[in-house]
């Protein structure tokens, strides 16, 4: 121990602590009588910062007068009735691909124009950053033995008092600093002191020493059930970083610090984490949906979401996952039903949402909204608009997504009624 010096030490394990590596700081308590609607399932979330126009895609308003709608025909794929805006070809061929798997959630109230409030709701369900947000949920849940349990490939996430068991790469990138200690930063760009780099025979004393250590303290003190149950995890913890460095020697690139990768990359990062059981959850980010001048751009933009979708699907169900993972698209904002005068539409407190893959009861819009893009009051069970049903929060669609992924949505909503109508019988 002496060549490598106590502190190094101590830095090393408090780095992989703080990526989630070893789950000292997580709580142990599982929740009690979970009642999984389905089994375990991946989650993968993409969200496109910034609030997109429902009218252009998932809530056609053509020809509605109190709406400025774009022009063109809205698609047939079977019950979907869908927009396909000109100049967006993507949209067709994923509705062609996945329609039948995939249901469109129109009308869910945020209930803020704000962008980090919003962030916060569609994400979590509530105006907070001390409740976890859904990937972080299910990563917790059914994933927190896994060297990763949440990757982060975007900026937004918000994992509260789920912060260990995340791994985020792109802007803040904890893996890079982890994986390559010469890239980790402190504090503001302050960079790390240069770290030792142990040979593989120094490395493989210390995991003997660590190992005996914890051999020698299950003997002192973990005959009890809590203690032994302690140093479980730390040994199982060690095997996840491993695998986890492992990963990253195969040639995977989480990128450097202030990098996030483009769709293209965060796809195959997706796709490999979740074949190789690094992770359970997975967060995808798009940035610049918020067009207050140029409201056009949303068709290119809807084009180059519905190009990674595609890109997303078929890369799943060729490693045999797609009937494993749930994907849940979302914009934390719609955008106002009528132009402003830069020809853009500023923020709009209603928006859609689109889920596809194992569990969803595909092939179908739920939910809807009126002539002035005002969200409909809708029936959580059969997801028809009723005027005698409740309007949808993103709470209840969150908790619904948790349940079609075998997560007992009662322990992080309590209260709440879940969007019943999206899971598969």
Not at 26 to 41: D, F, I, M, T, V
Not at 214 to 225: P, Q, S
């Amino acid at each position: 121990m002496n060549a490598l010096g106590r502190r190094t030490f101590l830095q090393g394990a408090a780095a992989a602590a703080a990526a989630g590596l070893l789950p000292l700081a997580l709580p142990q308590a599982r929740s009690a009588g979970r009642q999984a609607a389905g089994p375990a399932r991946n989650l993968v979330v993409v969200l496109n910062s910034g609030g997109w126009d429902t009218t252009y895609v998932f809530d056609p308003k053509p020809g509605v007068a109190g709406i400025d709608a774009p022009a063109g025909e809205i698609g047939a794929y079977g019950a979907l009735q869908i927009f396909v805006p000109p100049g967006a070809p993507n949209v067709d061929a994923f509705f062609k691909a996945y329609g039948a798997q995939a249901a469109v959630i129109n009308g869910v109230q945020i209930s803020s124009f704000i962008h980090p409030d919003c962030v916060k709701r569609v994400l979590t369900g509530a105006p907070t950053t001390s409740k976890p947000d859904i990937g972080a949920i299910v990563a917790s849940e059914l994933g927190r033995d896994l060297p990763v349990p949440y990757l982060v490939l975007g900026s937004s996430a918000i994992s509260g008092p789920l912060g260990p068991i995340t791994g985020r790469a792109g802007t803040t990138n904890q893996l890079a600093g982890l994986l390559s200690p010469g890239a980790a930063q402190f504090g503001y760009g302050a960079p790390v002191p240069p770290a030792l780099t142990p040979s593989a025979a120094e490395d493989a004393l210390v995991k003997s020493y660590l190992a005996a250590s914890a051999e020698r303290f299950r003997a002192a003190r973990g005959a009890g059930a809590f203690n032994g149950a302690r140093v479980d995890d730390y040994l199982s913890s060690e095997e996840r970083g491993d695998l986890l460095r492992s990963y990253a020697a195969q040639g995977t690139n989480f990128g450097t610090v202030g990098y996030t990768p483009d769709t293209r990359v965060q796809v195959e990062l997706t796709v490999n984490a979740l074949a190789r059981k690094l992770s359970r959850a997975v967060l995808i980010e798009t940035m610049n949906w918020d067009t207050h001048t140029g409201n056009e751009r949303q068709a290119t933009l809807h084009n180059d979401l519905f190009a990674t979708l595609t890109d997303l699907g078929d890369k799943l169900a060729a490693a045999n996952l797609l009937s494993s993972t749930t994907v849940l698209v979302l914009s934390e904002m719609g955008r106002t039903p009528k132009l402003n005068g830069s020809a853009g539409k500023d923020h709009w407190p209603v928006t859609s949402a689109l889920a596809f893959g194992a569990g969803v009861a595909g092939g179908r819009v739920y939910g809807g909204s009126d002539d002035l893009l005002g969200a409909r009051s809708v029936d959580l069970k059969t997801g028809a608009p009723s005027a005698t049903g409740k309007q949808l929060q993103a709470a209840n669609l969150l908790a619904g997504v948790l349940s079609i992924v075998g997560v007992d949505p009662a322990t992080s909503f309590p209260g709440v009624e879940p969007f019943h109508a999206l899971a598969a019988v």
